[in-house]
């Protein structure tokens, strides 16, 4: 059984930054990781993905140069750092496993596991 444990969101000025955490219980170390997002009356979508040993990450477009994501799998977590923070980036933001056979990694469907989410706000 995997469980995934959010933690470090809370409420930012724009132009602030907040570091998120996921604590992994059960089998992580091979797995693709993910962050998405999701804000009110909106998809949840996604945000960054890492792959198992750390060495290949992939962001959306519109938190490139902003947002870093990072493993500690000594820890069995993983990271989301955040500068720059918007008012649009406020959400619910959750992290997940990617599923063993999933063929791409932006598509909600390709995690098998979830975590129950961290909230963000960014005033402005």
């Known amino acids: 059984q995997v469980q995934l444990v959010e933690s470090g969101g809370g409420v930012v000025q724009a132009g602030g930054s907040l570091r998120l955490s996921c604590a992994a219980s059960?089998?992580?170390?091979?797995?693709?990781m993910g962050w998405f997002r999701q804000a009110p009356g909106k998809e949840r979508e996604f945000v960054a993905t890492?792959?198992?040993?750390?060495?290949?990450?992939y962001y959306v477009d519109f938190v490139k140069g902003r947002f870093t994501i990072s493993r500690d799998n000594a820890k069995n977590t993983v990271y989301l750092q955040m500068n720059s923070l918007k008012p649009e980036d406020t959400a619910l933001y959750y992290c997940?496993?990617?599923?063993?056979?999933?063929?791409?990694?932006?598509?909600?469907?390709?995690?098998?596991?979830w975590g129950q989410g961290t909230q963000v706000t960014v005033s402005s």
């Open positions: 890492i792959n198992w040993s750390g060495g290949n990450t």
């Open positions: 059960g089998r992580t170390f091979s797995y693709r």
């Open positions: 997940a496993r990617g599923a063993a056979q999933a063929m791409g990694v932006t598509d909600p469907r390709e995690y098998d596991y």
